[in-house]
Nanobody
Framework: QVQLVESGGGSVQAGGSLRLSCAAS????????MNWYRQVPGKQRELVAG???????NYADSVKGRFTISRDNAKNTVYMQMNTLKPEDTAVYYC??????????????WGQGTQVTVSS
């Protein structure tokens, strides 16, 4: 079994900062790309940022220059530093990871989500 556990969400005022964390645990052989997504009610889940095991990153245009994704491969953990937050960043944030378990099979795994609320 594999679990992704997120933390770091909360409520802040516009212009503030939050740091999200997502740790993968279980019978893990290798972790490849790790991503952060977000979703608001009534809308599709959207990709916010991603990072490969080699450290290559990509970002949604709406967060470039404000959010920074990073990872600690030794801890199978991905982080996202979110600065200059805006009310439109309000959403449930989910991490997703491509993980190979000890049986040699690659699967996508999702975290349970963490709420981020930005007030104006």
């Amino acid at each position: 079994q594999v679990q992704l556990v997120e933390s770091g969400g909360g409520s802040v005022q516009a212009g503030g900062s939050l740091r999200l964390s997502c740790a993968a645990s279980g019978i893990i052989s290798k972790v490849d790309t790790m991503n952060w997504y977000r979703q608001v009610p009534g809308k599709q889940r959207e990709l916010v940022a991603g990072i490969t095991s080699a450290g290559s990153t990509n970002y949604a245009d709406s967060v470039k220059g404000r959010f920074t994704i990073s990872r600690d491969n030794a801890k199978n953990t991905v982080y996202m530093q979110m600065n200059t937050l805006k009310p439109e960043d309000t959403a449930v944030y989910y991490c997703k990871a491509d993980i190979r378990t000890h049986d040699g099979v690659w699967r996508y795994h999702w975290g349970q989500g963490t709420q981020v609320t930005v007030s104006s």
